[in-house]
């Protein structure tokens, strides 16, 4: 590769990076570590590199000690796995000291794995993304082998969408009449489009998220699997989305689609669902008692932005906030979210490392005969480790106390700021 080009490409870069001006992310980097970035399309994962740059120049690290490089730049069509050395190289010609790579978009790249896996041997700060398209995080990790962390790249959370708007909060002026109505001005915002970083600049951010779905349905989705006839997928995709809140099995999607005429097996319905949640369109929450194989095969499905869930519903605020509270505790908890149900117990969201039961309620006058607060009543009695019970709704604030425990109702927007 010619190293003239390359330095072209990357002080074109260096200047880019420079004079962004970029939305405080909350994700953790140890310096000591190499990382690939993975998560749904669009969701921010290259401006975080930038960030990353930036932080790491405003704490010292030399502009020469930079090399971004985004392997859909033009420049390097002809750019082979032959050429990575010359990267090497480049910023050895550029500065004495230890280098920081930034290589975004690899998979472009045939053969890449080899050169990533050997940066990382002979000690090399690396960060690397993928396109889902073309690269799970899965099988990312297989191919290197362990020599990388892989951080889960999402869409704004609330905070960071505030942070993007510009709007500040404290506790204390989270107490004025103005400053509430700011936030839940932007929260409304927040709750029907969602938190694609780059949705904030457009005008119709229906139509922009429309279009990331689009994306992620054709591209991540049936491309990368040779699905020809998308009608089925697209179908599901649509009956998914009327059935959040609701366990859903294998077998109820599959009846669902066939009364509806799509003439698609168990076994293609079972491969869909698994292929939107590798793309990351979807992640599914599962009942905590439930056994291993019904924790697999009947859990709660839900999108991983409000946006995308959105597009499908008229209406649809219920199925709206708890899908804004499944995906902001899963952000945070992880693999620790699950709903509880049982004979006694019926609660949409139960984190155990915290020890919190979690009842979703559009609006407390619209708690059909206390459901909510009877199963967290029982579930304070039952479940020895719920210890602290809460009512999320869209606007609404209380403290109920019953049987000698005490529930709060939250609106959402303040819960998601304290989460």
Known sequence: MNHTVLKAIIYDNHEMIRNLSIVDREYDFDVQA??????LRRAGKSTLLYKIIQDLVASGVEWNQIIYINF??????EFTVNDFNDIVAVQAELS?????????EIQNISGWEGFARRMADFKEHVFITGSNATMLSSEIEQRLGGRYLTKHVTPYNFREFLAAKNTTFTDSTLLGTKSQGKIKREFEEYFY??????????????????????????????????IRNTSGLKIMMNK?????????????LHNILKTVGIPISKDVVIDYLGFAQESYLLFAVRNYFSKFVEKETTPKYYF??????????????TRLLENLVALSLKDKYKDQVHFLKSAELDIDFFVATTGTAIQVAYSVSSISNSREIDSLKKASKILGE?????IITYEEEDLLAFDGIQIEVLPAWKWLLAL
């Not at 004495?96 to 975004?104: A, E, Q, R």
């Not at 994306?215 to 491309?223: E, F, P, R, Y």
């Not at 998914?240 to 109820?252: G, L, P, Q």
């Not at 719920?386 to 809460?390: G, H, Y």
Request: proline residues 1%.
């Open 240 to 252: 998914i989305a009327e059935s959040v809140k609701d366990e859903i099995s294998y077998s109820r």
């Open 304 to 317: 991983s932005d409000n946006g995308l869930l959105n597009l499908f519903l008229i209406q649809g605020e």
């Open 386 to 390: 719920a210890q602290r019970f809460v």
């Open 96 to 104: 004495d000291k230890k280098g920081w790579f930034f290589l975004d």
């Open 34 to 39: 190499n990382y690939v970035l993975v998560g």
């Open 193 to 226: 489009f969602g938190g694609f970083p780059e949705a904030l600049s457009f005008r119709d951010k229906r139509e922009y998220v429309s279009s990331v779905y689009q994306k992620i349905l054709l591209g991540d989705m049936a491309v990368r699997n040779k």
């Open 72 to 77: 859909e730049d033009e420049r390097l069509n």
